[in-house]
């Protein structure tokens, strides 16, 4: 579940009437299904701590839980079956000097048109028991509109139906997180913004909902969520502490596997055209061998991709991904670590790639406002732009030097894979 911000900078919490977050002592079991994607979350509470898993996505994530560790004034996430761990920055905008901050742009600051937020809460006056509490059934929707001189133009509505409970506020005495949503330093163009809040009712804790956004370009996006387990057992303390044999990871990505998609992906290819046998099948970066390369295949040395400006992702599976887009036909890719690596593979060229963008878009975080006021994720649309370049190993020229961008993709990993998927379909008309 996504953390709540009791600051009042997220207004359509405050317009929903407060959402209360985890009690004192739970252990809360959760199932949210997302266009055709299943995903479940189970969070452990015990006093000023709290204890997240999840089942990951796209085959990532499900080995790590975050400890919010709110006596400490931190967060770490661990990797248990690595024995890992990274201790996670935390945020306390109050506690920061002045001078520490960023001075001002001096940008000119262009006044732009109306954004209007507007939400409605309605109690249909129904009950239930769950999980020995009473549930109260609720309906929401809420819906951002924009004039026509707006920076920031765009339609979106949501609408709710769910059942929820009342829990204890989560005792946690750190500091505020981090708004990510803040506009910060006001530069460019700036729009007025206006909040509408009608109805009434109490929210909750969601149980039990279903929620519909719709982008107002034709698309809808729908999410349910449901509670498997609801426990008020004792907890074991263990479960939010750092066990003392693990070590300190050097980054967070350290705590991700990476699937061994290059493998996998070849020896499909292998299947498709009789061709391949398992010549990928023992190349991973940093150590990659020219073994079963025949005469008129193409091998191109795939570096791990680089992030500039962007969301977490893991690069090692971005590679991987990218090498199994490139293995295809006569043309094989393996994921090399430098220029001298690829050499030694046998590799014909050595492709580059940088992301210098993999944002969400503004209607994105709008959606995931509406997905704190909620409880529940939401879709938003992330902006990928990515440079990349193959060059020839035989006479270390430039054969193709280019950008490709996608704006359609809803999640992180799904957006960078888009757009490494359109570099790859033109690197390999230029690699043949």
């Avoid at 729908?222 to 004792?234: N, R, V």
């Avoid at 299947?271 to 023992?282: F, K, L, P, V």
């Avoid at 940093?286 to 005469?295: Q, Y």
């Amino acid at each position: 579940m996504k953390r709540i911000f009791s600051s009042l900078c997220i207004v359509t919490v405050v317009a929903l009437g407060g959402i209360v977050v985890f009690g004192q002592n739970y252990k809360i079991k959760q199932a949210t299904a997302m266009q055709g994607m299943d995903m479940s979350s189970t969070v452990y509470v015990k006093g000023s701590r709290k204890r997240t898993e999840q089942s990951g996505m796209m085959g990532m994530g499900g080995d790590v839980a975050t400890l919010e560790q709110c006596d400490l004034n931190r967060t770490v996430q661990v990797n248990d079956k690595k024995k890992i761990y990274y201790l996670m920055e935390t945020h306390d905008s109050a506690a920061t000097p002045t001078a520490t901050r960023p001075a001002p742009t001096g940008n000119k600051v262009t006044k732009g048109g109306t954004v209007t937020y507007t939400s409605n809460i309605t109690d249909t006056g129904e009950r239930k028991q769950m999980f020995g509490l009473t549930a109260r059934h609720l309906k929401t929707s809420m819906s951002m509109t924009s004039s026509a001189d707006a920076c920031s133009k765009g339609e979106m509505s949501m609408e709710t139906d769910g059942w929820y409970v009342d829990l204890p506020a989560f005792s946690c005495p750190a500091p505020v997180p981090h708004n990510p949503y803040s506009r910060g330093e006001k530069s460019g163009c700036q729009d007025t913004v206006v909040m509408k809040a009608t109805g009434g009712g109490k929210m909750g804790f969601p149980l039990e909902l279903t929620q519909t956004m719709h982008s107002g370009q034709g698309s809808d996006f729908t999410t349910k969520l449901t509670t498997i387990e609801f426990s008020k057992a004792a907890l074991d303390d263990a479960l939010f502490n750092i066990p003392a044999d693990y070590k300190l990871a050097n980054n967070a990505q350290d705590l991700y596997g990476m699937p061994d998609m290059s493998g996998m992906m070849s020896g499909q290819a292998s299947s498709a055209s009789g061709d391949y046998g398992s010549a990928n099948s023992n190349v991973t970066a940093g150590k990659s061998s020219s073994r079963g390369k025949r005469p008129g295949t193409v091998r191109i040395g795939v570096l791990m991709p680089t992030v500039r400006n962007g969301d977490p992702v893991s690069t090692p599976e971005l590679q991987s991904y990218l090498v199994s887009q490139l293995t295809q036909g006569k043309t094989e890719a393996v994921p090399v670590s430098s220029e001298a690596d690829a050499r030694a593979a046998g590799c014909d060229y050595l492709l580059s790639t940088d992301f210098g963008k993999l944002k969400q878009s503004t209607a994105g975080k709008i959606g995931g406002m509406f997905g704190s006021a909620t409880g529940v994720p939401t879709a938003g649309k992330y902006d990928a732009q990515l440079d990349y370049s193959l060059v020839s190993l035989a006479d270390g020229k430039s054969v193709v030097k280019s950008k490709a961008a996608n704006k359609n993709e809803t999640e992180v990993n799904q957006a960078a894979q888009a757009t490494l998927a359109m570099e790859a379909q033109a690197v390999l008309a230029a690699a043949k």
